[in-house]
C-alpha cells in the first residue's frame, strides 16, 4: 500500500479530462451525511482516490476497487457537512500516473432515514421462487431478513408497507396456500383473511392514514398478458378495481361508492400527510386486452372526514390520463404535505414493466408538474416504486437503468422547489455486489427505526395464527 502511494507522486503523471468509470456511478452527485461508505470499482490494479475540502482530506488507496473504512467516512462527512467534497482518481498504468478529471460530492444536512425495506426477488413474471423482504441500514451495510418465503411454503411475499416511516405500524401480503395479510400493530402481529365474502379479490395496495387506524385498500383483479413485441416483456391491467376503508382494530369494511364505481377502474390509494384526503388513480373501463393501450389512468382527490369515517363527494382532479394522453400510478405523498409522487407512461397500471415509466412530481400548492429530468435522466428503462424520508427531501425508489431487467434502489435529493438532483445507486460493500446478485430490489420503504420483528416471527404468524376473516359492515 505505501508503495502504491509512493509510486504515484514519482512516476511521470499523464492529466486524462475525463472522469473515472468508475462503478457505481458516483460523479458529481449531492448525499446525506449519514449515508454508508460510496466504495467504487475501477479496472485498474493500483488506484489512489483522494477526497479533498476544506475541512480536511482523505487519501486510499487500493486494487481494483476502493473501499472506504466505515469509522473514517463517517467522521469525514461530519466534518464536511453543508459543503462540498472533491475526489480525484490517479491510477498507474505502464509506470505512468494517469490523473482523471476530479468530481464531486455534496454533503447535505438533511440526513436520510437510516433503514430501508425492500423486496427482493427474481426479474421475472410467470413464477417466483425465492423472495424475501430485507432491512437494510443505509448507514452502514448490515442487512436482515423481516420475511421469507422459504419459511412461508414458499409463497409470494408482497409490499411491506409502514405507516408513514413508522416501523411500529406496517402491513404485507402472503399470498400462496396460505394467503393472509400480516399487520403489525406495535408489538401485536395479526394476520388476517382480507378476501371478504362477495368481493372479487383480496386487498391488494394499501395507504396508513396518519392516525394508525385505518388503512385504505384497493381489491384488484389483475391479469398478466405477454407481448410478442421486441423489449415489450409482458403487461399487467386490472379488470376490476375498487377502493374502500378497513378499520384495523375493529376489523370493519367501510364502502364508498364514490371510490367503487361500477365503470370505472380505482386503485392506489394514497392518504395525504394530514389525512383529510385520500388521492387515488382511476380509469375508465375498456375491453381487455385489445384496447389496453387506451387505458389510461387519471389521479383524483377526494376529501375524509376521520371522525365521522367518510369520504366527501367532491372530487378533485390533479392529473387528466386522456388529455395528456398518459397514465398515473404508484402515489407517493410527501410527508410535509407539498408534493405527491407518482409513475407516468404510455398506459395500463404496473410501471415496473414500461420501459417508458418516468416518476413525476405534481406540486399540491402549485398544482404544477416537474417531470424531474435530472433523476429521470435514464432514458430507456422504468423507474417504479418510491418512498420519502421523513424529512421530504430524499426519494428512494427502484430503476431498471442500469440493463432494463433487475432493478435497484437509488436515492435522489429533493431540494425546497421539488426539484430532483442526480441519483446513485444504495451503496454496497463490495462494489462489484450488484453484478453477482441475481435479484430485482422493489417496493423500498425509508424507516426513522427499525421493524419489530423478523422472518421467524412471520414463520410463526403463517403456521401458527388463526387468521381473522372480514365482511363488508357499511
Not at 53 to 75: C, E, T
Not at 346 to 373: M, Q, V
Request: proline share 5%; glycine share 4%.
Amino acid at each position: 500500500m505505501l508503495l502504491l502511494s509512493c509510486n504515484l507522486h514519482t512516476t511521470e503523471k499523464v492529466y486524462f479530462d475525463e472522469y473515472p468509470p468508475i462503478i457505481p456511478d458516483y460523479i458529481n452527485i449531492i448525499i446525506p451525511n449519514n449515508i454508508a461508505p460510496l466504495n467504487f470499482s475501477f479496472e485498474s490494479k493500483k488506484i489512489l482516490a483522494e477526497f479533498n475540502s476544506d475541512n480536511g482530506n482523505l487519501k486510499i488507496v487500493g486494487r481494483n476497487r476502493i473501499v472506504i473504512p466505515q469509522k473514517k467516512f463517517k467522521k469525514f462527512l461530519q466534518r464536511n457537512i453543508g459543503d462540498t467534497v472533491w475526489i480525484s482518481v490517479s491510477t498507474i498504468e505502464d509506470n505512468q500516473v494517469i490523473m482523471f478529471r476530479p468530481f464531486f460530492w455534496v454533503i447535505k444536512a438533511e440526513q436520510i432515514d437510516p433503514f430501508l425495506t425492500y423486496r427482493l426477488i427474481e426479474p421475472g413474471y410467470e413464477v417466483w421462487n425465492k423472495v424475501k423482504i430485507a432491512q437494510r441500514n443505509v448507514t452502514n451495510f448490515s442487512e436482515t431478513s423481516i420475511a421469507d418465503n422459504n419459511l412461508t411454503d414458499n409463497s409470494c411475499l408482497n409490499c411491506h408497507i409502514p405507516n408513514k416511516h413508522n416501523p411500529a405500524q406496517s402491513f404485507f401480503h402472503i399470498r400462496g396456500k396460505s394467503s393472509m395479510t400480516v399487520i403489525a400493530d406495535g408489538e401485536d402481529l395479526q394476520s388476517i383473511d382480507t378476501k371478504m365474502e362477495g368481493a372479487y379479490s383480496s386487498m391488494v395496495y394499501g395507504s396508513w392514514h396518519p392516525s394508525g387506524k385505518y388503512i385504505a385498500f384497493s381489491t384488484n383483479a389483475v391479469l398478466p398478458s405477454t407481448h410478442s413485441i421486441h423489449n415489450k416483456r409482458a403487461f399487467v391491467y386490472d379488470t376490476v378495481s375498487d377502493i374502500i376503508l378497513l378499520n384495523i382494530r375493529k376489523k370493519e369494511v367501510i364502502k364508498c361508492g364514490e371510490l367503487m364505481k361500477k365503470n370505472t377502474l380505482e386503485t392506489f390509494p394514497e392518504f395525504s400527510a394530514d389525512g383529510t384526503k385520500l388521492y387515488y388513480c382511476s380509469a375508465t373501463k375498456v375491453e381487455l386486452p385489445e384496447e389496453h393501450r387506451n387505458l389510461q389512468y387519471s389521479i383524483y382527490s377526494i376529501g375524509f372526514d376521520t371522525n365521522a369515517l367518510k369520504f366527501g363527494i367532491h372530487i378533485d382532479t390533479l392529473f387528466n390520463g386522456s388529455l395528456k394522453q398518459k397514465t398515473a400510478s404508484e402515489l407517493k405523498a410527501s410527508p410535509n404535505g407539498k408534493f405527491l409522487a407518482f409513475n407516468c407512461f404510455s398506459h395500463g397500471t404496473f410501471a415496473l414493466w414500461h420501459n417508458d415509466a418516468k416518476i413525476y412530481l405534481f406540486n399540491l400548492n402549485t398544482r404544477t408538474i416537474d417531470s424531474l429530468p435530472e433523476l429521470n435522466n435514464n432514458v430507456n428503462y422504468a423507474n417504479s416504486y418510491k418512498s420519502w424520508s421523513t424529512n421530504s427531501h430524499w426519494l428512494a425508489f427502484a430503476s431498471k437503468r442500469d440493463d432494463g431487467l433487475y432493478s435497484k434502489i437509488y436515492f435522489s435529493y429533493i431540494d425546497e422547489e421539488g426539484h430532483a438532483h442526480k441519483p446513485f445507486v444504495l451503496p454496497q460493500k463490495d462494489p462489484n455486489y450488484y453484478d453477482n446478485i441475481l435479484k430485482s430490489y422493489n417496493v423500498p420503504e425509508l424507516l426513522q427505526k427499525p421493524v419489530l420483528f423478523d422472518a421467524f416471527d412471520i414463520e410463526d404468524i403463517y403456521h401458527n395464527s388463526f387468521t381473522e376473516k372480514l365482511q363488508y359492515t357499511k
